[in-house]
């Protein structure tokens, strides 16, 4: 394991080469069909040790039910995910290392109180008691949560909450993050304390993928952008460029109207 900036418990991150990050995760021919409807068509792409992905994509492009399969929460109709090389769905244990923040939170609460939600995570897997209430402890501050510990979470607001539901994941130790629309029905305040996380993970080289259409708060924290249209990936590549492309069809606004450039896109 390795120290990240006071992040060590929740980014575990290996040594490659600098000239190029290790493949984290890949999918290969990925299709999902829901009955007569395909929702993936052949998706390929590849995930890099410690970069913070975007992927961006009308209603109905395929972006939850992509994220549901690479967090290994669903089974793809055919094709394969990869962590690491190795195939997903032949070694559950690896499912531990990738963590999925709904965009709903109140679906993945568990936990009567705060404390005990970030807790469910770790003591599930098997971490000991004193180690699972490092984590928690950990988890507390880095989410700005220490004063609700004892609060139960219907209690808390929505910020709040989606704050708790990336507790919960950063107290597993997850090696990929993966955020489905982090941002939904927050206020400039809360969406600030979200970004503020995922500067901080960013920094601490932690990987992590955000699903979303508001690319104004993000793409600044951002390395590379996905556009998914229709299931399938339409555009990869560096935000600035993959921008200089989009095209109307793909349901996605270019958010430089308003700014110079991707860089500029942020809330914090």
């Not at 669903?74 to 290392?97: C, N, Y």
């Not at 629309?181 to 927050?186: I, T």
């Not at 200089?244 to 700014?259: E, I």
Request: proline share 5%.
């Amino acid at each position: 394991m390795k120290e990240c900036g006071g992040w060590h418990r929740i980014c575990l991150k290996t040594e490659a080469p600098a000239s190029r990050p290790a493949i984290i995760l890949g999918a290969r021919n990925l299709t999902r069909v829901f009955g007569d409807f395909s929702v993936l068509r052949g998706i390929d792409l590849d995930l890099y040790e410690g970069e913070c992905a975007v992927i961006a994509g009308a209603n109905g492009s395929g972006k939850t039910v992509l994220s549901r399969i690479l967090a290994g929460l669903i089974a793809p109709s055919s094709g394969g995910v990869f962590f690491r090389g190795r195939p997903l769905e032949e070694t559950p244990w690896l499912r531990r290392a990738v963590g999925l923040v709904f965009q709903d939170p109140d679906a993945q609460f568990v936990g009567e109180t705060v404390a005990e939600d970030l807790a469910f995570g770790p003591r599930n897997l098997g971490v000991p008691p004193e180690q699972t209430a490092a984590r928690v402890k950990e988890a507390l501050e880095k989410t700005g949560l220490e004063s609700k510990a004892d609060w139960a979470p219907r209690r808390l607001s929505g910020g709040e909450k989606r704050r708790l539901a990336l507790g919960g994941v950063l107290a597993m130790g997850c090696e990929i993050i993966f955020m489905d629309e982090p941002f939904a029905n927050l206020d400039w305040p809360s969406v600030r304390r979200v970004l503020e996380i995922i500067s901080r993970l960013k920094a601490a080289g932690a990987t992590q993928v955000i699903l979303t259409h508001e690319l104004e708060k993000v793409l600044a924290h951002a390395d590379r952008l996905f556009v998914l249209d229709n299931g399938v990936i339409a555009e990869d590549g560096n935000c600035e460029a993959v921008l200089d492309r989009l095209k109307t069809g793909y349901g996605v606004r270019d958010p430089r109207r308003s700014v110079k450039s991707a860089a500029d896109c942020t809330w914090l």
